[in-house]
């Protein structure tokens, strides 16, 4: 069977392509978890990218097949976060180490870089379903990465709910609320709880 070998000149338009692609999820995942799903047009997103309004179908069959590769992408960055904390931190500190960085003051106050489910859970019920299945993808992971931190706690996965369910449920409040110390009270809270069951 013969191989048919791309010519350079349509390898460089597809890694220009892929290059373009992926600026405009980066910029898009940015976007979502600054302004939410409503808050995010195409023509904005475009724009953010340094592209035109008209290149984006090249891309993309839908604004929604946009939005789930940016949520896809913004919970990844999530999970690689963790990832990381995980590895540096010695095992017996390791989930204690995440809460404090999730609830810390940088990520709260850096929701255009953070964690996408406590940017975003409360319009997932609103969004396409391949925007759900994306996101509900990277939520499952989240649990499964704290479940193995948990390998010997009696009943792991529910224990991983619990303390994914505080975190951004601490996080989403402490943001809503226009009272700076009431917020820190939520996270505070959160990882005193946390804190005293290690």
């Given at each position: 069977?013969?191989?048919?070998?791309?010519?350079?000149?349509?390898?460089?338009?597809?890694?220009?392509?892929?290059?373009?692609h992926k600026r405009i999820v980066e910029t898009a995942a940015r976007a979502i978890r600054r302004s939410g799903y409503d808050g995010t047009g195409v023509a904005d997103i475009m724009k953010e990218a340094g592209l035109t309004h008209g290149g984006f179908?090249?891309?993309?069959?839908?604004?929604?097949?946009?939005?789930?590769?940016?949520?896809?992408?913004?919970?990844?960055?999530?999970?690689?976060?963790?990832?990381?904390?995980?590895?540096?931190?010695?095992?017996?500190?390791?989930?204690?180490?995440?809460?404090?960085?999730?609830?810390?003051?940088?990520?709260?106050?850096?929701?255009?870089?953070?964690?996408?489910?406590?940017?975003?859970?409360?319009?997932?019920?609103?969004?396409?379903?391949?925007?759900?299945?994306?996101?509900?993808?990277?939520?499952?992971?989240?649990?499964?990465?704290?479940?193995?931190?948990?390998?010997?706690?009696?009943?792991?996965?529910?224990?991983?709910?619990?303390?994914?369910?505080?975190?951004?449920?601490?996080?989403?409040?402490?943001?809503?609320?226009?009272?700076?110390?009431?917020?820190?009270?939520?996270?505070?809270?959160?990882?005193?709880?946390?804190?005293?069951?290690?």
């Amino acid at each position: 069977m013969t191989v048919m070998k791309k010519s350079p000149s349509v390898r460089n338009t597809t890694s220009r392509k892929e290059t373009t692609h992926k600026r405009i999820v980066e910029t898009a995942a940015r976007a979502i978890r600054r302004s939410g799903y409503d808050g995010t047009g195409v023509a904005d997103i475009m724009k953010e990218a340094g592209l035109t309004h008209g290149g984006f179908y090249a891309h993309f069959s839908s604004r929604d097949a946009m939005l789930a590769e940016a949520a896809d992408l913004a919970g990844a960055d999530t999970i690689s976060i963790a990832e990381r904390i995980f590895s540096e931190a010695p095992p017996e500190q390791a989930l204690v180490t995440l809460m404090k960085a999730y609830l810390s003051d940088e990520h709260m106050a850096n929701i255009e870089s953070g964690c996408a489910l406590a940017a975003l859970g409360s319009e997932m019920p609103r969004q396409a379903p391949e925007v759900r299945k994306a996101s509900t993808r990277r939520i499952k992971e989240m649990i499964a990465l704290v479940e193995h931190r948990l390998a010997d706690h009696p009943d792991a996965h529910a224990q991983a709910l619990v303390m994914i369910s505080s975190m951004v449920g601490a996080l989403m409040l402490a943001r809503a609320v226009d009272e700076p110390e009431l917020g820190q009270a939520f996270r505070q809270a959160v990882l005193h709880k946390f804190e005293a069951s290690e």
